[in-house]
């Protein structure tokens, strides 16, 4: 079935340091991949995308690449700040109207 | 944009009672919304998928009878968990399918229910 797992946390970086989340995926055909993130008390709000194989999401200094063939979306950024602080998920659509979560990683980033 | 506004954001509720979450479309109207549990180190598991005017479909190993949806108007879903059970304590989540806006989804804030 459809699933995703993610890189458990909780992360705890510096501010200015570089931020990798992994995340991978199983599905059949062809998902659309997601990462959410969640600021404290609010709800979760769409990060970046990327719908096809070899697209890259990116929004607010975030990067995302979908890989075919590692079936991997990691999220990625050069230089985080305490803005940053949230939870992050990875998430993808097999078609339908469902989403499928991984388990979200909290980051935490230090002054 | 789309909002969705989720009350409470916390609740501390006796076992065997019953808390009644609610999920509100503020500025737009929604004929689909979702209800998602986590449960700690696990993923958003989507419980139901309810439709203004008929009944939630809900997903396997999900108890209907007590998890009641119901989705009257075009603007409020509510989650009953009836006869709660520490069991039950988990974070919960809305969500409402919005064409248009964040690329189809708009979440709730969600609900941490704790059961003692």
């Known amino acids: 079935g459809d699933s995703v797992t993610q890189m458990e946390g909780p992360v705890t970086l510096s501010e200015e340091a570089f931020l990798t989340i992994n995340c991978t995926y199983t599905a059949t055909g062809y998902p659309s991949l997601f990462w959410y993130v969640q600021y404290p008390g609010e709800g979760l709000q769409l990060l970046l995308k990327a719908t096809k194989a070899d697209d890259k999401g990116s929004n607010k200094g975030f990067e995302a690449t979908y890989r075919k063939e590692t079936t991997s979306f990691h999220l990625e950024k050069g230089s985080v700040q305490v803005s940053d602080s949230a939870v992050y998920f990875c998430a993808l659509r097999p078609g339908a109207n469902n989403l499928f979560f991984g388990t979200g990683t909290r980051l935490t980033v230090i002054p | 944009g789309a909002v969705v506004s989720q009350h409470p954001s916390w609740v501390i509720c006796k076992s065997g009672t019953s808390v009644k979450i609610e999920c509100r479309s503020l500025d737009f109207q929604a004929t689909t919304m979702f209800w998602y549990r986590q449960f700690p180190k696990q993923s958003l598991m989507l419980m139901a998928t309810s439709n203004e005017g008929s009944k939630a479909t809900y997903e396997q190993g999900v108890e209907k009878d007590k998890f009641l949806i119901n989705h009257a108007s075009l603007t409020l879903s509510t989650l009953t968990v009836t006869s709660a059970h520490p069991e039950d304590s988990s974070f919960y989540i809305c969500?409402?399918?919005?064409?248009?806006?964040?690329?189809?989804?708009?979440f709730g804030s969600g609900t941490r229910l704790t059961v003692v």
């Open positions: 969500s409402a399918l919005t064409p248009g806006h964040n690329y189809g989804y708009t």
